[in-house]
């Protein structure tokens, strides 16, 4: 082997993230893919939250293990938000991937000297993205007929107009123009890969790196509070953590409890979580006469904190769009019940198996697999089992990390071919 070619096997290879923001998990994860071999970059807007972090979504302050870059978040002309200085850094900083979201993204199709930059210093351009949403390419239409837009409040857009779809095919033009720059894409679920391949992605630039929170930590707060876990539980305690936003669905399983009641009176609820809809929510508990079965906890982070929670219920719900609290629950042994929404929870979900999945927005079908569940305590303890199992030996920091990693290899395996 030439020596030009023992440099390039040597070489560290450097990553450039783009984020909105800094949640505690992006933190976990970045660090393991960093101490595998990685030189981890990231750039972040100035006030170290950008219009792409959705409300409520907890950015602790903390410190890093790897190079963080401020750039200031402005809107572009195409009204979308940016990172002003972009190109600057990558001049600077000379990264052999860079790893785009959305919006920004699209920083590739309307900016033509940062696209330039790219290619003149050889930078491979991966997009990292859940296309939750996204039509395949040339079936507008008909996706959004059997496939009901959900607006930001949460609420179903059922029958979208002419403009509605105009403006989806103008997004399907510039998606067509970034699927074609980027070296591949890093996919959030398995077996979702037929949108960016309508795009023209062959499938084997698609890595699913799948999600996860800091199973480590999450791990020891599970080992320190067993020993300590209420075993007076009787199956029908509920627990949902989440933001309080309107596309959690928080309160189609408040609506849930007040149709079980009547049947099984002494079954409760504990809502973890906080934002904007709390005091709607609060109030439709009383409304619904159930207030003295829900409680509103408020947000917790703090591993131990939360596991305490989640150590003395019994099933976990999610009722709308997901998150890592599917992880995070099952991480302590308990089984899920959830909707089939964005595609992640079937990477984590076996209905069956470790829970069940009810049909999405039926509050009389959430309502029945949580009494199948309540009724059946061995089931309870069974699909907890599960649910443990397959964090400990499927999807866990330790795994996702190492699928970001072998995406990276190669991916810059491919960019030194092209030196």
């Known amino acids: 082997m030439a020596n030009n070619e023992l440099d390039v096997a040597d070489k560290r290879i450097k990553v450039l993230f783009t ?7 992006l933190t976990a994860l970045l660090k393991n893919i960093q101490r595998k071999g990685i030189d981890v970059l ?3 807007p100035d006030k170290g939250k950008g219009r792409s972090i959705g409300a409520g979504v907890y950015i602790p302050d903390e410190e890093f293990e790897f190079k963080v870059f401020h750039l200031t978040e402005c809107s572009g002309w195409y009204r979308k938000p940016m990172l002003k200085g972009l190109k600057k850094l990558i001049v600077q900083e000379r990264p052999d991937i860079l790893v785009f979201i959305w919006p920004y993204i699209l920083q590739l199709v309307f900016d033509p000297f940062l696209y330039r930059t790219l290619r003149k210093l050889n930078v491979s351009i991966l997009l990292r993205e859940i296309p939750f949403q996204v039509p395949p390419k040339g079936s507008i239409a008909e996706y959004f007929r059997h496939n009901p837009y959900m607006t930001e409040n949460g609420t179903y857009l059922k029958n979208p107009g002419i ?29 979702k890969g037929n949108i960016p391949i309508s795009y023209g992605v062959p499938p084997d630039r698609i890595w699913p790196t ?25 199956g029908r305690k509920i627990i949902h953590v989440g933001r309080l936003v309107p596309w959690k669905k928080t309160d189609l399983l ?3 409890v007040s149709l079980l009641i009547k049947e099984i009176p002494d079954i409760s609820l504990v809502i973890v979580g906080d934002g904007p809809q709390r005091e709607e929510l609060e109030n439709l508990a009383k409304e619904l006469g159930v207030e003295n079965n829900v409680q509103f906890a408020g947000a917790v982070y703090k591993p131990l904190e939360l ?28 089984p899920v019940i959830c909707s089939v929404c964005d595609g ?14 009810f049909r999405p927005n039926d509050v009389y079908d959430l309502a029945n697999k949580m009494r199948q569940l309540i009724l059946d ?27 970001f990693v072998e995406a990276f290899r190669k991916v810059n395996a491919i960019r030194n071919t092209k030196k």
């Not at 061995?378 to 795994?399: A, P, Q």
């Open 42 to 44: 990231v750039a972040l």
């Open 344 to 357: 992640t929870e079937k990477d984590l979900v076996t209905d069956s198996v470790n829970g069940y999945f």
């Open 254 to 256: 408040i609506r849930a």
């Open 210 to 234: 799948l999600n996860s929170p800091d199973t480590v930590v999450l791990t020891e707060a599970y080992e320190a509070l067993k020993t300590a876990e209420n075993n007076a539980r009787n």
């Open 163 to 191: 403009f509605f779809l105009l403006w989806q095919y103008v997004l399907s033009v510039i998606r067509s123009i970034y699927y074609k720059r980027v070296a591949g894409v890093l996919h959030y679920a398995e077996g």
């Open 19 to 25: 984020f909105g923001g800094m949640p505690h998990y």
């Open 307 to 334: 596991g305490k929670y989640l150590m003395d219920a019994d099933i976990y719900v999610l009722a709308g769009m997901g998150g890592l609290s599917i992880n995070e629950a099952m991480a302590f042994g308990k």
């Open 377 to 403: 305590p061995e089931r309870i303890r069974s699909m907890g089992e599960e649910s443990r199992k397959i964090i400990r030996e499927k999807v866990n920091i330790d795994t996702v990390s190492d699928r």
